[in-house]
């Protein structure tokens, strides 16, 4: 999974072993918006995945993460209507759509959204499909409680802090009584706060496993289990698995 240089390989685990020797925040406090930042941010993300040939060259793991890593934590999930976050070429929908009967396909870059369509069409006619380009941030498209299972494997890792607790607000909101999310993001955040992904190592952003959680409890949403996982460095990144809370009935009046 790892094939970057060795030279650089070398380099960013130096610098990790600096800024693990500083004193990291004891409680995580979500940081305060910054528009321009975070529309920056976005178009980096975006220019720097459009057209990559990244995808490929991953589509040859899909099978392994899936039987050893993903499936283990989301076999129990209600797959009737899925949100899938930053799909790229489609090596996570193919096995969600032997799953799910709806698929809300999101990414910001229409090259990936074009592709998917390209690949898949509208469905197979026991799972449709639903294509969007979205501003990177938000699921205007989608109604209150509509979805769910949301999804995100191997590309949030990516997004800065600001961007993902934009997103987890989302979640929350597009989310039905008692739906779950399986959302694969960056914990290079718990040893480095540098907001240029792009210099980080695996391009990881500033997120964390703590901050993770922080925004699911200010989203209103109940974190199941995270796992720290190796991604040619140890504890890189962190699968957050999470529901939204089922809705209490009102006691009846006497």
């Not at 989203?219 to 504890?235: P, S």
Request: overall charge negative; aromatic content about 10%.
């Amino acid at each position: 999974m790892d094939a970057s240089p060795p030279r650089l390989r070398s380099r960013w685990r130096e610098r990790l072993s600096r800024w693990r020797s500083r004193e990291a925040p004891a409680v995580p406090v979500p940081p305060p918006a910054d528009d321009a930042f975070v529309r920056r941010h976005i178009e980096e993300c975006r220019q720097l995945h459009d057209g990559s040939g990244y995808y490929a060259i991953a589509e040859a793991d899909m099978d392994q993460q899936w039987e050893q890593t993903i499936w283990p934590l989301i076999r129990g999930a209600d797959m009737t209507c899925v949100l899938e976050l930053a799909p790229g070429h489609g090596r996570n929908t193919r096995k969600l759509i032997e799953l799910a009967r709806e698929i809300h396909l999101v990414d910001v870059n229409r090259s990936c959204i074009d592709a998917c369509r390209k690949r898949f069409g509208e469905g197979d006619g026991r799972c449709r499909l639903r294509y969007h380009v979205n501003d990177g941030r938000s699921f205007d498209f989608l109604p209150d409680a509509s979805v769910s299972f949301v999804y995100s494997w191997d590309s949030m890792v990516h997004f800065d802090k600001r961007v993902v607790r934009a997103y987890v607000a989302e979640f929350a909101r597009v989310l039905t009584p008692g739906g779950t999310g399986f959302v694969h993001h960056s914990n290079y955040g718990a040893t480095s706060d540098h907001d240029v992904f792009h210099e980080n190592p695996g391009w990881r952003s500033n997120m964390s496993r703590e901050l993770f959680a922080a925004y699911c409890e200010e989203a209103g949403l109940e974190v199941v289990e995270q796992k720290l996982l190796w991604w040619f460095i140890d504890d890189l990144d962190c699968l957050s698995v999470f529901r939204k809370p089922p809705r209490t009935l009102s006691p009846a009046p006497h």
